[in-house]
């Protein structure tokens, strides 16, 4: 992971702890942002963790368990602190480039975040088009998606002004475009890409692009059915919330989107967001560091998994992609009935869901830190 | 399919989908062709108004057309795959219904309302190639699944049963039988037809699904051989045009949950009418348990609800907690809650 702490621009902690690139660290990936007005006034955003961040938790909520907490998408939700869900996708402001930047490195890093089983090919080029032409109409200043170019209904032309991406492809012939319809989107958007099928009566996760599992594996996971991915969650089979979420999954229906939030205190105490097993070595010894040097607690990453629910048109496949949101600690206290909301959430979570979320060593600290004044 | 919707008043007017090209509820289109393709068969072709794309669509789904009075579900012959027109071949029933109006009054550059596209009868995803089955005018979602297949570069084997004279597509059949790993068995008698079943079924390789739309007794043919040749039941699937006779069945009794109002169902009277009767707005289409549009969620006590359709899973049948309520009933005077 490539980050310099010295490159920090503006006061605010968040930016602090933000890692940047630099020019030639994003064009080593690919990433060439155009210099246009609409681009630069994107990047000149300032970072904020906190405002955008999904609060996963109702206003009256104290104790947390696990539930089918799906709700309609697209639908803006004020916070505390801001705003969130207006959008299929949220870009992350001023952070796209650099969540980007982090996502290029992963995939070139490790092909296999990208798995394809077969007959999902083209799932995923359904996934592609879903997504370029929302964003070309939730974007339209910095993403542009012209159809049937130069007469052929299936040549598409996108262009991303934010990451430099300018790429021509045909609908349907998997080499034009670079590295496939799947991984193509994943390295344009924030949201890790899973596509879930439906076999003999039950649905599987059959294809996915994932570069930021919360210390899962794609490679391990996809082939899986909904029992078999939720099988180490603690009470979530045994309290038939799979059977409920997979029925939610199978009646889906074509002209509804749906939206599910997950939440959990990253096991790296910094803003990493590949956590994922095959990375492990990377970040595994991310905490004991942090607590050797004193300053652990205020950097754990609360993190916010958005997930978004889409009934593809041409295959059927049923979208689970995943955009991941953190905020540190030291960042929540800006919102203190957030911490307290949190401290007592944390404190009242049953041993086995926080063993399982992998906070049960620290959460006390955890408790503790966001009470104190 | 429609579950009863808590949100539904509240999202009015929502746009979950951005893009027109995502669009499944009513909408016009206009008749761009009308292509006679048999004696008894024509083919009818849409396109957008506004030029805009229109929706893709699984292999195998039917888009809802509004043909006079009547509102009738019809397969979608191509391959569904971005398309710039929708197309369905319609059989002229005689009995004064929409495929008739449609025959008779529907002219290119006339206006349609249309629905959907819908999936009832998609393809498996990861299969290795499929054994296609068309009877008469179920050859309309067959050739939708033998496009894809085409496309997609896929292994098929068609089997289509017909009357000589009176085969729609058999032209298109044969152009794509031309393809590398196509295969096309032509059949024109019932005993033809049992034996090239027979023949086919015990010539497919491993990771075959097979697919069947056509009449009912050519269907239970196809059942029959499938599972004579071994054939587990999640490799073989089936679109049927008419759900069989239903007996009248008992009376019993619906509780509507939300206002506790008891509406008794007379026998040969179905729940969906007697909901109807009572202000309770029921999405409906085929009325014979086969869209599974007026699927309702109920609560009832084990072994009450008689499943009588062809829509829902074994799995979701046993489950007891919805029933499609044209064709589904309770047993003899007893209670079902409608959760409305």
Redesign the interface.
């Known amino acids: 992971m490539v980050s310099r702490a010295d490159a920090v621009t503006d006061t605010a902690i968040a930016a602090a702890r933000s890692p940047r690139y630099t020019d030639e660290e994003m064009a080593a990936v690919g990433i060439r942002p155009l210099r246009t007005p609409e681009v630069e006034a994107f990047r000149a955003q300032p970072v904020d963790h906190v405002g955008p961040l999904p609060w996963p938790f109702p206003e009256d909520l104290g104790a947390f368990r696990y539930s089918v907490n799906v709700d309609?998408?697209?639908?803006p939700r004020p916070t505390r602190a801001g705003e969130w869900g207006r959008h299929l996708v949220d870009l992350g402001g001023a952070d796209y480039l650099t969540i980007m930047t982090e996502k290029r490195i992963t995939h070139d890093a490790d092909p296999h975040r990208t798995k394809i089983?077969?007959?999902?090919?083209?799932?995923c080029?359904?996934l592609l088009?879903?997504y370029l032409?929302?964003l070309a109409?939730?974007h339209p200043e910095v993403m542009h998606l012209d159809?049937g170019v130069d007469g052929n209904?299936?040549a598409f032309h996108w262009r991303n002004d934010l990451l430099g991406t300018d790429q021509r492809f045909v609908?349907?012939e998997w080499d034009s475009i670079p590295h496939g319809p799947l991984e193509f989107l994943s390295r344009e958007v924030p949201d890790d890409m899973l596509l879930v099928?439906e076999?003999?009566?039950r649905l599987y996760f059959?294809a996915g692009a994932v570069c930021f599992a919360a210390a899962w594996s794609v490679s391990f996971d996809v082939g899986m059915d909904m029992y078999e991915i939720h099988g180490p969650v603690p009470r979530m089979r045994r309290e038939g919330i799979v059977a409920r979420a997979e029925q939610f999954l199978r009646?889906l229906?074509?002209?509804?989107?749906y939206r599910r939030l997950n939440w959990n205190l990253a096991a790296s105490p910094t803003r990493k967001y590949d956590i994922a097993l095959e990375s492990l070595p990377s970040w595994g010894r991310d905490m004991a560091l942090r607590q050797a040097a004193g300053d652990a607690i205020p950097n754990v990453q609360l993190r916010i998994e958005l997930e978004h629910f889409v009934r593809l048109?041409?295959?059927?496949?049923v979208t689970f992609n995943i955009r991941t949101f953190m905020a540190s600690l030291e960042e929540l206290k800006a919102v203190p009935e957030w911490c307290a909301q949190l401290a007592d959430i944390v404190e009242e979570l049953p041993e086995d869901i926080a063993a399982y979320k992998g906070f049960l060593d620290f959460s006390g600290d955890v408790v503790a830190y966001l009470r104190a004044g | 399919?429609?579950?009863t919707d808590p949100?539904a008043g509240e999202?009015a007017g929502?746009?979950?989908?951005?893009?027109p090209?995502?669009e499944?509820?009513r909408r016009t289109v206009r008749v761009h062709e009308v292509r006679p393709l048999t004696d008894a068969i024509t083919h009818f072709r849409f396109v957008p108004v506004d030029g805009q794309?229109l929706?893709?669509?699984?292999p195998g789904s039917h888009l809802i057309v509004t043909a006079g009075e009547h509102r009738n579900a019809y397969s979608l012959v191509d391959d569904?795959?971005?398309p710039?027109s929708y197309g369905i071949s319609v059989l002229r029933r005689g009995e004064g219904g929409g495929s008739d109006w449609l025959h008779d009054r529907a002219a290119a550059g006339d206006l349609l309302e249309v629905e959907g596209?819908?999936?009832m009868f998609?393809p498996?995803?990861?299969?290795h190639g499929a054994l296609l089955v068309a009877g008469g005018i179920g050859i309309t979602p067959v050739l939708s699944h033998a496009r894809a297949l085409a496309?997609?570069g896929r292994r098929a084997d068609v089997v289509y049963s017909y009357r000589p004279g009176a085969a729609a597509h058999l032209d298109d059949l044969r152009e794509l039988a031309e393809r590398a790993g196509f295969g096309l068995h032509e059949a024109t008698t019932v005993d033809d037809t049992v034996r090239v079943l027979r023949e086919r079924f015990a010539d497919q390789p491993l990771g075959t699904h097979a697919y069947a739309c056509g009449p009912g007794p050519m269907l239970e043919t196809y059942l029959e051989v499938a599972a004579g040749s071994g054939w587990p039941d999640?490799r073989v699937h089936l679109e049927r045009f008419t759900a069989p006779e239903q007996d009248p069945g008992s009376p019993f009794t619906a509780v509507v949950a939300s206002s506790g109002e008891r509406i008794d169902v007379p026998a040969g009277v179905s729940l969906l009418t007697r909901l109807l009767e009572h202000g309770l707005p029921v999405p409906n289409l085929c009325r014979q348990g086969v869209c599974g549009e007026c699927r309702i969620p109920v609560r009832a006590a084990d072994g009450v609800v008689v499943h009588r359709d062809l829509a829902l899973?074994d799995?979701e049948k046993t489950a007891g907690d919805s029933m499609l309520c044209c064709v589904s009933r309770g047993v003899d005077r007893s209670e079902i809650e409608v959760q409305w």
């Open positions: 309609p998408a697209r639908v089983r077969r007959g999902m090919e083209p799932a080029w359904d088009l879903y032409r929302d109409i939730t159809e209904p299936d609908l349907g099928t076999r003999d009566g059959d009646r229906p074509a002209d509804r989107v048109p041409t295959t059927g496949a | 399919m429609t579950l949100i999202l929502h746009r979950f989908h951005l893009h090209a995502y499944t509820g794309p929706t893709a669509y699984q569904g795959m971005n710039r596209p819908r999936s998609p498996v995803l990861d299969q496309r997609a999640a899973s799995e």
